[in-house]
């Protein structure tokens, strides 16, 4: 069975609905990425997936010994989380909430789990910096950091190169591509239909018209050869 399946989801806000009829499934291994017009709803699916929303109807459905709270994920960044005064170790410490449940502190073992994802991100020597003193692809880099400690499963990133300069852009699709590499699964909304197209293996599309299927599928089909030369003139930026 799927990571995640989703069957007939609905979703949107109160009684509005933003994307519908969506139907798709994520495996062990997979790279989704999820495109699409501005206000398709894209982020709405997202935290939809991760019960921070209710859908509307539908079902979403976990599987193959995923449990709900075995999913690491990345938001979008607002100006006042990216001036939070904290270190870079608290912050990514902070992603081991889930493991402590009623344990008001950090045992050993998630103190070294921390350790380990800021190792694996090479922002080791960070540890004891001010989150806020940071680039803006360093905040990413300890967010991912943080995502990775809530799981070892499924990361699901929300634009995470959204105002990065090329070079970090290039960078953190390749730390990405790593991870999944290493046998995570990522579910990632991007802006970027070509680095979706060079690095996933599934596309779902969403907005007026609905797709799902491979990389090489959606390059294939009217929906995918549209939107793509869409983007590459310009219509579309999100």
Same mark, same amino acid.
């Not at 902070?94 to 380990?116: H, I, V």
């Not at 995570?184 to 596309?203: E, L, P, Q, V």
């Not at 299927?213 to 579309?236: A, H, P, Q, V």
């Given at each position: 069975?799927?990571?995640?399946?989703?069957?007939?989801?609905?979703?949107?806000?109160?009684?509005?609905?933003?994307?519908?009829?969506?139907?798709?499934?994520?495996?062990?291994?997979?790279?989704?990425?999820?495109?699409?017009?501005?206000?398709?709803?894209?982020?709405?699916?997202?935290?939809?997936? %991760?019960? *921070?929303? &209710? !859908?509307?109807? #539908?079902?979403?459905?976990?599987?193959?010994?995923?449990?709900?709270?075995? @999913?690491?994920?990345?938001?979008?960044?607002?100006?006042?989380?990216?001036?939070?005064?904290?270190?870079?170790?608290?912050?990514?410490?902070?992603?081991?909430?889930?493991?402590?449940?009623?344990?008001?502190?950090?045992?050993?073992?998630?103190?070294?789990?921390?350790?380990?994802?800021?190792?694996?991100?090479?922002?080791?020597?960070?540890?004891?910096?001010?989150?806020?003193?940071?680039?803006?692809?360093?905040?990413?880099?300890?967010?991912?950091?943080?995502?990775?400690?809530?799981?070892?499963?499924? %990361?699901? *990133?929300? &634009? !995470?190169?959204? #105002?990065?300069?090329?070079?970090?852009?290039?960078?953190?699709?390749?730390? @990405?591509?790593?991870?999944?590499?290493?046998?995570?699964?990522?579910?990632?909304?991007?802006?970027?239909?070509?680095?979706?197209?060079?690095?996933?293996?599934?596309?779902?599309?969403?907005?007026?018209?609905?797709?799902?299927?491979?990389?090489?599928?959606?390059?294939?089909s009217d929906i995918g050869r549209i939107f793509i030369e869409r983007w590459k003139g310009g219509e579309i930026n999100g």
């Amino acid at each position: 069975m799927a990571f995640i399946t989703v069957t007939d989801l609905s979703l949107g806000y109160d009684t509005q609905v933003v994307a519908c009829d969506l139907n798709f499934s994520v495996s062990k291994g997979d790279y989704l990425c999820i495109v699409g017009e501005n206000g398709s709803g894209k982020t709405t699916l997202m935290k939809t997936l %991760l019960h *921070l929303k &209710e !859908p509307i109807s #539908g079902k979403i459905e976990t599987g193959d010994g995923l449990k709900e709270n075995e @999913i690491g994920y990345l938001p979008q960044q607002t100006i006042v989380q990216k001036d939070f005064p904290a270190s870079v170790r608290e912050i990514v410490l902070s992603g081991c909430q889930g493991r402590c449940g009623m344990r008001p502190f950090y045992n050993r073992e998630e103190k070294e789990l921390a350790k380990e994802n800021m190792e694996r991100m090479g922002i080791t020597h960070l540890a004891g910096c001010c989150y806020r003193e940071l680039s803006g692809g360093q905040q990413q880099r300890v967010l991912l950091a943080r995502a990775l400690c809530a799981t070892r499963k499924i %990361l699901l *990133l929300d &634009e !995470p190169v959204a #105002g990065l300069d090329p070079v970090v852009t290039a960078q953190m699709y390749e730390l @990405i591509e790593g991870l999944n590499k290493d046998g995570i699964t990522i579910i990632m909304i991007s802006h970027d239909i070509s680095s979706a197209a060079k690095y996933a293996s599934h596309i779902l599309h969403i907005g007026n018209r609905l797709f799902f299927g491979t990389k090489e599928e959606y390059l294939n089909s009217d929906i995918g050869r549209i939107f793509i030369e869409r983007w590459k003139g310009g219509e579309i930026n999100g």
